[in-house]
């Protein structure tokens, strides 16, 4: 007998009117199975639905499904407050409900419910509210608890105790697993997700020390989370114990430890940990081995160590440059100073200044402010080169006894130079910070005071010298528009992520007060810089920034908000933008509210194209050039492919600087990327040299493709862009020089600042000695996947065809005649001959690998590709290759790195914290090249960079790379092999004594010094 359907719940409601309890019981516990369908019905009887949920003569059980039928009819009427309250008094209804099949919306959305009130109230309790927690509400929330870590969901557990503040139950997790991955988890949480800085630093040092100590033997890669953790707390009171109890068992981790401090850390944070490191009695093992920190953490051992890289691997080419250079009429303010920043980026860091020297007459041509950049490019060149920096730039530096030179232009070439000064010790510069500020002090001319100033407030970026600071805004008093611009910008950078109130203040009412634009926008940069990384401390600024009628101030206080929220990706702050982006009446301030989102964004690249898609085809020409930049610094070394489809239409764009933005942008974009991760490459090479060489082009876009060229080969094709350290921790230094980057709209010079985030990618290993040993590690990728690119090849020269002479049609059918005879004799050779021809056409395996020539627009084979110019060289390509030491490994290659099992180094942490390692074998190269896209766009590159090796045979000898800064000049007379790339004079400059050598080695002579001739102006 088949079941009648019901139609309706009123005879069952008609039972709750009933005397008897029994009915009432009844009918309840009918409607409960009833109320998905008729809850419309049902929700007229509510009040007295409520009165049976309240009554005391029903039993627990009868007031309880009274609650969860109240709860039920409340939640489809959409009123989920209502339905959460009373599923809490249900009890053990509710708990029975969530067993059901049938009730699992119902059961998942007032859970949802249930934990959004629980981290509300926590909240509210944190903040010193009297309100005490409902008890039935915190009996869900630790059964929701229970399940999750009964279940093993326990990044869910983790997300749910850090929203709503309970951080014993993170603690409770990782005493029943023990797994360090879960600590690194919660880790990431607080830092991408925004939380408030108090909150984000209680966690901190909350999980540090859960985190097991780390050892040699463990091969644990704890190292990488407890670095970013230690350089975001920025508090050498914690970092000093883990550091000290490190030595002496495990003194390799406490240099790895150091190294990877010194890349990610603050100047005043290293500092701080140099000064309380213990200092033993003199003689002792320990002496050398805190002696050997405090060398590591000073920061100067790295600079040495990857200037020494950049100078071995150097791979410029020299023709693109040239090419630049003739295309480019010397004469013009605009072009020669796009060659001087297309040229320093190439080199930076390489210390190869001879495209300089082979080109002196057109160096000759600067004048004015073009000359200042010229010899500030010195500084980009030399970057790192500190012990050698006033040595190379002392024929341009102000006489210290004289005072300033007295020939006309000669104040652009010393302002430069105290410019390059600072960008040569950026990172390193206690130094030279004296000999800035005396310089500051002394100059008369305004142009040496903006180079000194600039100078100064780089090289003691972050350092908050309240003397420094004092003697900028002397300099900012005297009221001068260039001096002052320079200044503000200054007195950010010393007092960078101080969040100090009172300079705020000084300089936010000297802006006010000045009539100079210059001198405002100097300062509302500067404001920018003091509240970089304060998040919700500098909300206040930003809102009084943004509230000024002067667009130079909103400008600023867009800045702000981007820095203070800097790699944190705030959704108020990108909302905050994006609404400027659209409103401001400015185009300035659009245009950097669209730029600045960049900053917000660069921890998860691929979804910055997605967000300025729109804002890529606006109507408004500054948005879409903002748009450019965004993608550009956001996307920056990625290869991302939605970010390249992007831009590459808008290098066709009506409005001239759109398209500069595209082409500089597409540069920082495609940075260390092979034809085979990115098939964008060689057309962007062929584009940059087409733009460059056509001289009816707008001279904006050829300024562009020009940095765009010198940003695509940056650092002599081995370093990256980066917004983030190797740690996975904001890289301030780049970020910074992105921000003074994007300046160069208003002043050329500033475009400088982009080298400060440079990324050397290369591995250096180095033993217990620290010095680096010969050894080999294996990139498990098909090599041509992370090649460098080809040589440019020359244009080659075609012999003039003779005009053809007029022939008679009856000669013509005679010739024709003849010609087929001579076919038919000579069929078989001619046969072999179209095979020859065929084979030495390139053939379409290696065309898609090759890379157009700028100057002939002819496909080259990659590096590893063709052999034998057959035409076959793919398919037999390895799928793996040897590296040695000091060799390039771009960002997306280190997942592949490994070291051989059976070899005599290995690393004392991971080389990465991604790993793809187990691709090997057939097909591992077209592998490795379908999950690069994922790769490029991961959080972190982390790791690379300097490692510290163990050395499983120590009792062997081993045999070390001479390091070429510390060759003697008796010994470079004779070189055992050609320098490649014109990097003629690397062994003639010679540096103070290095770490990884002999102390007591005789000192080499430092290098020659030459005259550019700046005043022989044509």
Same mark, same amino acid.
């Given at each position: 007998?088949?079941?009648?359907?019901?139609s +309706?719940?009123?005879?069952?409601l008609?039972?709750?009117?009933?005397?008897?309890?029994?009915?009432?019981?009844?009918?309840?516990?009918?409607?409960?199975?009833?109320?998905?369908?008729?809850?419309?019905?049902?929700?007229?009887?509510?009040?007295? !639905?409520?009165?049976?949920?309240?009554?005391?003569?029903?039993?627990?059980?009868?007031?309880?499904?009274?609650?969860?039928?109240?709860?039920?009819?409340?939640?489809?009427?959409?009123?989920?407050?209502e339905?959460?309250?009373?599923?809490?008094?249900?009890?053990s209804?509710?708990?029975?409900?969530?067993?059901?099949?049938?009730?699992?919306?119902?059961?998942?959305?007032?859970?949802?419910?249930?934990?959004?009130?629980?981290?509300?109230?926590?909240?509210e309790?944190?903040?010193?509210?009297?309100?005490?927690?409902?008890?039935?509400?915190?009996t869900?929330?630790?059964?929701?608890?229970?399940?999750?870590?009964?279940?093993?969901?326990?990044?869910?557990?983790?997300? $749910?105790?850090?929203?709503?503040r309970?951080l014993?139950?993170?603690?409770?997790?990782?005493? %029943?697993?023990?797994?360090?991955?879960?600590?690194?988890?919660?880790?990431?949480?607080?830092l991408?997700t925004?939380?408030?800085?108090?909150?984000?630093?209680?966690?901190?040092?909350?999980?540090?020390?859960?985190? &097991?100590?780390?050892?040699?033997?463990?091969?644990?890669?704890?190292?990488?989370?407890?670095?970013?953790?230690?350089?975001?707390?920025?508090?050498?009171?914690?970092?000093?114990?883990?550091?000290?109890?490190?030595v002496?068992?495990?003194?390799?981790?406490?240099?790895?430890?150091?190294?990877?401090?010194?890349?990610?850390?603050?100047?005043?944070?290293l500092?701080?940990i %140099?000064?309380?490191?213990?200092?033993?009695?003199?003689?002792?093992?320990?002496?050398?081995?805190?002696?050997?920190?405090?060398?590591?953490?000073?920061?100067?051992?790295?600079?040495?160590?990857y200037l020494?890289?950049?100078?071995?691997?150097?791979?410029?080419?020299?023709?693109?440059?040239?090419?630049?250079?003739d295309?480019?009429?010397? %004469?013009?303010? !605009?072009?020669?100073?796009?060659?001087?920043?297309?040229?320093?980026?190439?080199?930076? =860091?390489?210390?190869?200044?001879?495209?300089?020297?082979?080109?002196?007459?057109?160096?000759?041509l600067?004048?004015?402010?073009?000359?200042? +950049?010229?010899?500030?490019?010195?500084?980009?060149?030399h970057?790192?080169?500190?012990?050698?920096?006033?040595?190379?730039?002392?024929?341009?530096?102000?006489?210290?006894?004289?005072?300033?030179?007295?020939i006309?232009?000669?104040?652009y070439?010393e302002?430069?130079?105290?410019?390059?000064?600072?960008?040569?010790n950026? =990172?390193?510069? %206690?130094?030279?910070?004296?000999?800035?500020?005396?310089?500051?002090?002394?100059?008369?001319?305004?142009?040496?005071?903006? *180079?000194?100033?600039?100078?100064?407030? $780089?090289?003691?970026? *972050?350092?908050?010298?309240?003397?420094?600071?004092?003697?900028?805004?002397?300099?900012?008093?005297?009221?001068?528009?260039?001096?002052?611009e320079?200044?503000?910008?200054?007195?950010?950078?010393?007092?960078?992520?101080?969040?100090?109130?009172?300079?705020?203040?000084?300089?936010?009412?000297?802006?006010?007060?000045?009539q100079?634009?210059?001198? $405002?926008?100097?300062?509302?940069?500067?404001?920018?810089?003091i509240?970089?990384?304060r998040?919700?401390?500098?909300?206040?600024?930003?809102?009084? /920034?943004?509230?000024?009628?002067?667009p130079?101030?909103?400008?600023?206080?867009?800045?702000? /908000?981007?820095?203070?929220?800097?790699?944190?990706?705030n959704?108020?702050?990108?909302r905050?933008?994006?609404?400027?982006a659209?409103?401001?009446?400015?185009?300035?301030?659009r245009?950097?509210?669209?730029?600045?989102?960049?900053?917000?964004?660069?921890?998860?690249?691929?979804?910055?194209?997605? $967000?300025?898609?729109?804002?890529?085809?606006?109507?408004?020409?500054?948005?879409?050039?903002g748009?450019?930049?965004?993608?550009?610094?956001?996307?920056?070394?990625?290869?991302?492919?939605?970010?390249?489809?992007?831009?590459?239409?808008?290098?066709?764009?009506?409005?001239?600087?759109?398209?500069?933005?595209?082409?500089?942008? /597409?540069?920082?974009?495609?940075?260390?990327?092979?034809?085979?991760?990115?098939?964008?490459?060689?057309?962007?090479r062929?584009?940059?040299?087409?733009?460059?060489?056509?001289?009816?082009?707008?001279?904006?876009?050829?300024?562009?493709?020009?940095? *765009?060229?010198?940003?695509?080969?940056?650092? @002599?094709r081995?370093?990256?862009?980066s917004?983030?350290?190797?740690? =996975?921790?904001?890289?301030?230094?780049?970020?910074?020089?992105?921000?003074?980057?994007?300046?160069?709209w208003?002043?050329?010079?500033?475009a400088?600042?982009?080298?400060?985030?440079?990324?050397?990618?290369?591995?250096?290993g180095?033993? @217990?000695?620290?010095?680096?040993?010969?050894?080999?590690?294996?990139?498990?990728?098909?090599?041509s996947?992370?090649?460098?690119?080809?040589?440019?090849?020359?244009?080659?020269?075609?012999?003039?065809?003779?005009?053809?002479?007029?022939?008679?049609?009856?000669?013509?059918?005679?010739?024709?005649?003849?010609?087929?005879?001579?076919q038919?004799?000579?069929?078989?050779?001619?046969?072999?001959?179209?095979?020859?021809?065929?084979?030495?056409?390139p053939?379409t395996?290696?065309?898609?690998?090759?890379?157009?020539?700028?100057?002939?627009?002819?496909?080259?084979?990659?590096?590893?590709?063709?052999?034998?110019?057959?035409?076959?060289?793919?398919?037999?390509e390895?799928?793996?290759?040897?590296?040695?030491?000091?060799?390039?490994?771009?960002? #997306?290659q280190l997942?592949?790195?490994?070291?051989?099992?059976?070899?005599?180094?290995?690393?004392?942490? &991971?080389v990465?914290?991604?790993?793809?390692?187990?691709?090997?074998?057939?097909?591992? =190269?077209?592998? #490795?090249? +379908?999950?690069?896209?994922?790769?490029?766009?991961?959080?972190? #590159? *982390?790791?690379?960079?300097i490692?510290?090796?163990?050395?499983?045979?120590?009792d062997?000898?081993?045999?070390?790379?001479?390091?070429?800064?510390q060759?003697?000049?008796?010994a470079?007379?004779?070189?055992?092999?050609?320098?490649?790339?014109?990097?003629?004079?690397v062994?003639?400059?010679?540096?103070?004594?290095?770490?990884?050598?002999?102390?007591?080695?005789?000192?080499?002579?430092? &290098?020659e010094?030459?005259?550019?001739?700046?005043?022989?102006?044509?």
């Amino acid at each position: 007998m088949v079941a009648r359907q019901q139609s +309706s719940a009123a005879g069952v409601l008609a039972l709750l009117s009933e005397p008897d309890p029994v009915f009432k019981q009844h009918a309840l516990k009918s409607l409960n199975a009833l109320v998905t369908e008729f809850w419309a019905e049902i929700s007229e009887d509510i009040a007295l !639905i409520e009165s049976l949920y309240e009554s005391e003569e029903l039993p627990k059980d009868a007031r309880d499904a009274a609650a969860l039928l109240a709860s039920k009819v409340y939640y489809y009427l959409g009123e989920y407050d209502e339905a959460l309250s009373f599923a809490l008094g249900a009890g053990s209804a509710f708990e029975a409900e969530t067993q059901s099949r049938q009730s699992e919306e119902y059961v998942e959305t007032l859970v949802s419910k249930a934990i959004d009130r629980y981290i509300q109230a926590r909240a509210e309790q944190q903040a010193g509210s009297s309100d005490k927690l409902d008890p039935r509400l915190n009996t869900i929330i630790e059964s929701i608890f229970k399940r999750c870590i009964d279940e093993g969901e326990y990044k869910q557990a983790i997300g $749910i105790a850090l929203e709503s503040r309970r951080l014993d139950v993170i603690s409770t997790i990782y005493e %029943r697993t023990h797994d360090t991955s879960l600590l690194s988890y919660a880790m990431d949480a607080v830092l991408d997700t925004g939380v408030s800085l108090s909150y984000r630093d209680q966690v901190l040092n909350f999980l540090l020390p859960l985190f &097991p100590r780390p050892s040699t033997d463990s091969k644990s890669s704890d190292i990488h989370p407890l670095t970013r953790l230690l350089v975001t707390l920025s508090d050498s009171s914690k970092a000093l114990p883990l550091l000290t109890s490190l030595v002496p068992k495990e003194t390799l981790l406490a240099y790895q430890l150091a190294f990877d401090l010194a890349e990610g850390g603050s100047l005043d944070f290293l500092e701080n940990i %140099r000064s309380g490191l213990p200092d033993p009695a003199e003689g002792s093992k320990e002496k050398e081995i805190y002696d050997n920190l405090r060398k590591i953490l000073s920061g100067q051992e790295s600079v040495k160590l990857y200037l020494e890289f950049l100078k071995r691997n150097n791979k410029v080419d020299l023709l693109i440059l040239k090419n630049t250079k003739d295309a480019l009429e010397g %004469r013009s303010s !605009i072009f020669h100073s796009a060659l001087t920043f297309s040229n320093a980026f190439m080199h930076a =860091g390489t210390t190869s200044d001879i495209f300089l020297r082979e080109n002196l007459d057109w160096l000759g041509l600067a004048s004015n402010w073009a000359k200042f +950049s010229a010899t500030a490019a010195l500084g980009v060149i030399h970057k790192g080169y500190y012990e050698q920096g006033m040595t190379i730039l002392g024929p341009y530096l102000p006489s210290q006894s004289a005072g300033e030179s007295t020939i006309p232009g000669a104040a652009y070439s010393e302002g430069g130079a105290l410019y390059a000064l600072g960008l040569i010790n950026a =990172g390193c510069g %206690r130094q030279v910070e004296g000999y800035l500020r005396d310089a500051l002090k002394a100059a008369q001319g305004e142009v040496v005071q903006h *180079g000194a100033a600039l100078g100064l407030g $780089i090289a003691a970026m *972050g350092g908050k010298n309240s003397e420094a600071y004092d003697d900028l805004k002397q300099t900012l008093f005297t009221d001068s528009a260039v001096a002052g611009e320079a200044a503000g910008f200054a007195m950010g950078l010393v007092m960078l992520g101080s969040a100090d109130g009172q300079s705020a203040q000084e300089m936010l009412t000297y802006a006010r007060e000045t009539q100079h634009e210059k001198i $405002i926008r100097g300062l509302a940069i500067g404001l920018a810089f003091i509240y970089y990384g304060r998040q919700e401390e500098a909300d206040d600024m930003v809102k009084t /920034l943004l509230e000024e009628k002067d667009p130079i101030l909103r400008y600023g206080g867009v800045y702000t /908000l981007a820095l203070a929220y800097a790699g944190t990706s705030n959704n108020d702050a990108v909302r905050r933008l994006l609404h400027i982006a659209v409103s401001d009446t400015s185009d300035d301030v659009r245009r950097a509210a669209v730029t600045s989102l960049a900053f917000l964004l660069y921890k998860n690249p691929s979804q910055v194209p997605r $967000i300025v898609q729109l804002l890529s085809e606006s109507y408004n020409p500054h948005v879409r050039c903002g748009a450019t930049l965004a993608l550009g610094i956001a996307c920056a070394g990625t290869g991302l492919q939605d970010a390249v489809d992007i831009l590459e239409p808008m290098t066709k764009d009506s409005v001239d600087f759109v398209r500069q933005g595209a082409l500089i942008s /597409l540069g920082m974009v495609l940075v260390e990327q092979s034809e085979a991760s990115s098939p964008s490459i060689s057309s962007t090479r062929a584009m940059y040299s087409k733009i460059i060489g056509d001289k009816h082009e707008d001279p904006m876009a050829r300024f562009g493709a020009a940095l *765009g060229q010198g940003f695509i080969d940056a650092g @002599g094709r081995n370093t990256t862009i980066s917004l983030q350290s190797r740690a =996975g921790t904001r890289n301030t230094s780049a970020i910074v020089g992105m921000v003074l980057f994007c300046q160069f709209w208003y002043w050329f010079p500033l475009a400088h600042a982009a080298c400060l985030a440079f990324e050397p990618t290369g591995i250096i290993g180095l033993n @217990g000695a620290l010095k680096p040993p010969k050894f080999t590690f294996i990139s498990n990728a098909r090599p041509s996947l992370f090649a460098y690119p080809p040589p440019t090849k020359p244009p080659k020269k075609e012999a003039p065809t003779k005009v053809a002479a007029a022939v008679l049609s009856t000669t013509a059918k005679v010739k024709a005649r003849e010609k087929r005879k001579a076919q038919d004799e000579k069929l078989e050779p001619k046969k072999e001959m179209d095979i020859e021809m065929k084979a030495d056409e390139p053939s379409t395996s290696t065309a898609g690998q090759g890379d157009i020539s700028p100057i002939a627009g002819s496909l080259s084979d990659l590096a590893d590709g063709a052999q034998d110019g057959k035409g076959k060289a793919k398919k037999n390509e390895p799928t793996s290759e040897e590296l040695s030491n000091f060799s390039r490994v771009t960002p #997306a290659q280190l997942a592949y790195i490994s070291f051989p099992p059976d070899g005599r180094y290995q690393p004392v942490r &991971p080389v990465s914290t991604k790993s793809t390692t187990s691709l090997k074998g057939k097909g591992a =190269g077209s592998r #490795a090249a +379908s999950s690069l896209p994922a790769l490029a766009s991961e959080r972190y #590159a *982390g790791g690379g960079g300097i490692l510290i090796l163990v050395d499983r045979h120590p009792d062997q000898p081993e045999e070390f790379i001479e390091l070429e800064t510390q060759i003697p000049q008796q010994a470079a007379a004779a070189p055992a092999e050609p320098v490649p790339n014109g990097n003629a004079n690397v062994a003639s400059e010679p540096s103070g004594p290095h770490i990884a050598l002999d102390e007591n080695a005789p000192e080499a002579d430092p &290098p020659e010094s030459f005259e550019y001739p700046f005043d022989n102006d044509a």
